[in-house]
């Protein structure tokens, strides 16, 4: 008899009680409809987001032969210096990754589901080492024409956080768009009928994998350090 403590059921997909459930939340974002609703987060949402999180973890190291991680993240906001206080993300956020600085991204919102790759956030050593790199030209020029494939291929770029060039360039450098960028991730919208399908992890392990040789170039050019 097996033991069903020590084996997941498979992912079928999202139920519609948590779409519901993110629907409501969004409409209704205070802890006292939370405490009301929070065994529907607790027996319906987290654990179909834990079942999800390690098939696609799974099924993207099979397609890729690393290991891969992930991270749900919190429910609960962290609104100390934030101008929005409402306590809770009405969203499922998802990041996995093989190591260095780059990932990929998942993200179920209550009427979306978005998939994305690259790296986030980069600290000023990284920061630095990106724009050494992307301000030579063989690399720069990789890189933005892996970015404009992605862009034709129904991906969109994150715009970039910097308004003018940083300083040491100029604004008639080749690459200047992307020296702008703090943070450089591409993503895309899945159809939202997957949402409830037993067919989603694989379709955004695939996605992933298709994302690949993006996040490969994109973190030759940042160095050898482990992200978190």
């Known amino acids: ?13 999202f139920s519609a009680e948590v779409i519901e459930f993110l629907r409501d939340l969004k409409a209704n974002n205070n802890r006292e409809w939370f405490t009301r609703n929070k065994a529907s987060y607790s027996e319906f949402l987290h654990p179909q987001a834990a079942r999800f999180a390690g098939d696609v ?3 993207l190291a099979d397609l890729s032969g690393r290991a891969v991680n992930f991270k749900i993240f919190r429910i609960y906001r962290d609104v100390r210096f934030s101008k929005d206080k409402t306590p809770y993300n ?3 956020h998802m990041r996995f990754w093989s190591g260095g600085h780059v990932a990929w991204f ?3 919102e209550p009427d979306e589901i978005l998939v994305g790759a690259g790296a986030m956030k980069l600290d000023n050593n990284t920061l ?3 724009r050494v790199s992307v301000s030579q ?7 933005g024409d892996s970015v404009d494939a992605l862009v034709k291929q129904g991906f969109r770029c994150n715009p970039p956080e910097m308004r003018r060039y940083p300083v040491g360039f100029t604004a008639d450098h080749r690459h200047c768009d992307l020296l702008r960028h703090k943070s450089l991730t591409v993503w ?9 399908s037993s067919l989603l992890a694989s379709n955004v392990a695939n996605s992933f994998y298709d994302l690949l040789p993006f996040n490969d170039y994109l973190q030759s050019l940042l160095g050898d350090e482990n992200g978190l």
């Open 128 to 130: 630095s080492a990106y």
């Open 106 to 108: 998942f993200a179920l």
């Open 137 to 143: 030209p063989e690399f720069g020029e990789t890189l």
């Open 188 to 196: 895309r919208t899945l159809d939202w009928k997957f949402a409830t």
């Open 1 to 13: 008899m097996e033991n069903s403590e020590q084996k997941q059921p498979a992912f079928n997909g």
């Open 90 to 92: 009405s969203h499922i």
């Open 57 to 59: 973890a799974q099924q």
